[in-house]
C-alpha cells in the first residue's frame, strides 16, 4: 500500500528529530519536488512517457505539439495500418526538401519553435500523427499519490532527507548517509529502467539500425 502524504511527513521530521516549526510541510513540499525533477532529470522512466496523437491535413507542414511535453522522444507517422517513424532532422534540412515542392506521407520532422514541429515531405493528404513525449513529473501531495511515492518510496524519502539535513546543516555523516543511499537507488532505478526499455523495443517497434536519409534532391 502507497504511503500517505501525511505519513511520509511523519518520517521525514522522525529521521530529522525536529517538528513542524522547523521543517514545515510547504518546505518539505519544496524538498519532494526538488527530488522529483531531479530523479526526472536522470531517469526516463514509464510514468513520464505519454503520447499524442492529432492527423495532418493536406499541404499543411505544421502540427501543434501537446502542452505538456517537455521533451520529445519520437514522431510516428500512421496510415491505415502501417506506422512509420519519422526521422529528426534540422530545419535546414526540412526547408530544403520542402523547397523542391516534394508532397507525400512525411518521412522527416524537426522543431519550427516551442508550439510547433515541421515534416517533410509536405502532406498530400491527411495522416495520424502520434507524437511520443516526456513529461513533468506529477508531484505527491495530500491529494495525489504518484509513481515513486507508490514504487520507490524509499527512494523518494532518502532524497528528501539528503535534502532536508542539508537544510538543517546537520551532521555531515547523515547528510552523506542519505545522499548516498538515495544516489546509489537512483542508479539502481535507471538501470531498472534500461532493461524494461530494451524488452520494450523488440515489442515497439523502435528502429535498432541507422537508417539512411536519402538527399532531398534524389
Same mark, same amino acid.
Given at each position: 500500500?502507497? #504511503?500517505? @502524504? ?17 521543517? /514545515? ?6 524538498? $519532494? ?21 492529432? +492527423?495532418?491535413?493536406? &499541404? ?5 505539439? *501537446? ?15 502501417? %506506422?512509420?517513424?519519422?526521422?529528426? %532532422?534540422? +530545419? ?5 526538401? !520542402? ?6 506521407? *512525411?518521412?522527416? =520532422?524537426?522543431? =519550427?519553435?516551442?508550439?510547433? #514541429?515541421?515534416?517533410?515531405?509536405? *502532406?498530400?493528404?491527411?495522416?495520424? $500523427?502520434?507524437? !511520443?513525449?516526456? +513529461? ?13 511515492? +507508490? ?6 524519502? @532518502?532524497?528528501?532527507? /539528503?535534502?532536508?539535513? %542539508? ?31 530494451? %524488452? ?6 523502435? *528502429? ?8 532531398? &534532391?534524389?
Amino acid at each position: 500500500m502507497a #504511503i500517505t @502524504h501525511a505519513n511520509f511527513l511523519t518520517q521525514v521530521r522522525n529521521y530529522t528529530e525536529v517538528d513542524s516549526n522547523v521543517l /514545515s510541510d510547504t518546505l518539505i513540499d519544496e524538498f $519532494i519536488r526538488s527530488v522529483e525533477l531531479d530523479v526526472a532529470g536522470k531517469v526516463d522512466y514509464d510514468d513520464l512517457r505519454k503520447y499524442s496523437t492529432s +492527423t495532418f491535413t493536406a &499541404n499543411n507542414r505544421f502540427v501543434s505539439l *501537446p502542452g505538456d511535453l517537455t521533451i520529445m522522444r519520437s514522431v510516428e507517422v500512421i496510415d491505415g495500418s502501417t %506506422r512509420t517513424f519519422a526521422q529528426r %532532422r534540422d +530545419t535546414s534540412f526540412i526547408s530544403e526538401y !520542402n523547397n523542391s515542392g516534394a508532397t507525400g506521407k *512525411p518521412e522527416y =520532422w524537426a522543431n =519550427w519553435d516551442d508550439s510547433n #514541429i515541421i515534416v517533410a515531405p509536405t *502532406p498530400d493528404q491527411a495522416y495520424t $500523427i502520434q507524437i !511520443n513525449f516526456i +513529461t513533468d513529473p506529477k508531484h505527491f501531495t495530500s491529494t495525489n499519490s504518484t509513481f515513486l511515492s +507508490t514504487y520507490q518510496e524509499s527512494m523518494l524519502l @532518502h532524497g528528501v532527507l /539528503s535534502e532536508a539535513f %542539508r537544510f538543517l546543516k546537520g551532521p555531515q555523516d547523515m547528510y552523506k548517509l542519505y545522499e548516498t543511499k538515495y544516489n546509489e537507488e537512483v542508479q539502481n532505478f535507471a538501470l531498472q529502467q534500461m532493461g524494461r526499455r530494451r %524488452r520494450a523495443e523488440y515489442d515497439d517497434g523502435v *528502429p535498432r539500425i541507422k537508417i539512411p536519409s536519402p538527399s532531398p &534532391n534524389s
